[in-house]
């Protein structure tokens, strides 16, 4: 392979979604160079910034029944068990809830956790607060999500952040969808919720860093009693 070939394997391919966004940067960039070369640079690492921003890089998925996976890049913020939004129809007990926080460094295309049928789409307008606060599960901007699968139902939701300002959707109701698949993403900073059926174990901790299609959240197969976690 050569060296040119090399680097543009490194390059992951950007979604279209975010050509307009950096087409945009990419124009102002060059006014700034017009006005005042130093702006022009500041313009372009923003430009590169956005290109980052909407990349799409290729994930492999474990692929087995009862696997989970994360549906976005970011840091793990919370496990806990919370009541889940009524729009998802899941009941009015609280469900096992694994929130995966990304800032505006992270890749924002979301991926299916499973593999189901798409029952329900809600969308429901809010405010902006930052996506990392709790409350943000119940004001923010959001669009919720719910897959059924052989073992049960799941609820993922979109949350829009402190920067964020449109949620996008790639699939409709009634859409058979595979674990890994996109659904959608949130232009620039948010959070994804994912609500599990009564009883399912995290496979994962707070403060873990997760990747989307590739990182398993929980499997419904497994006869673990639980696991333990340690940070260095």
């Known amino acids: 392979m050569s060296i040119a070939n090399s680097i543009r394997a490194q390059i992951p391919p950007i979604h279209r979604e ?8 990419a124009l102002v960039s060059l006014i700034l160079f017009w006005i005042w070369t130093p702006l022009g640079w500041i313009g372009t690492v923003l430009t590169v910034w956005c290109a980052l921003f909407f990349r799409d890089p290729v994930r492999v998925t474990p692929v087995r029944d009862g696997i989970v996976v ?3 890049d ?3 913020s919370m496990v806990a068990q919370v ?3 009524a729009e998802l129809g899941l009941g ?3 469900l096992p809830r694994i929130s995966i926080f990304m800032s505006v460094f992270n890749c924002h295309v979301n991926r299916s956790p499973v593999t189901g049928r798409i029952d329900r789409i809600a969308y429901r307008p809010g405010t902006f607060i930052n996506a990392e606060l709790d409350k943000a599960s119940e004001d923010n901007e959001r669009n919720s999500l719910v897959i059924s699968t052989t073992n049960g139902r799941i609820g993922v939701v979109q949350i829009a952040g402190l920067v964020a300002r449109r949620i996008v959707s790639f699939v ?3 859409q058979s969808i595979g674990a890994g698949e996109r659904f959608g993403l949130i232009r620039f900073g948010s959070r994804l919720d994912v609500y599990l059926p009564e009883g399912t174990r995290s496979l994962v901790s707070e403060g873990q860093t997760a990747i989307a299609g590739e990182t398993i959240l929980a499997d419904f197969g497994s006869t673990e009693q639980g696991r333990t976690f340690r940070a260095d």
């Open 18 to 25: 975010g050509y307009p966004f950096i087409g945009g940067f």
């Open 74 to 76: 970011g840091r793990v």
């Open 70 to 72: 994360s549906p976005a």
């Open 172 to 174: 409709r109701e009634g």
């Open 92 to 94: 009015d007990r609280p």
């Open 83 to 85: 009541l889940p939004p």
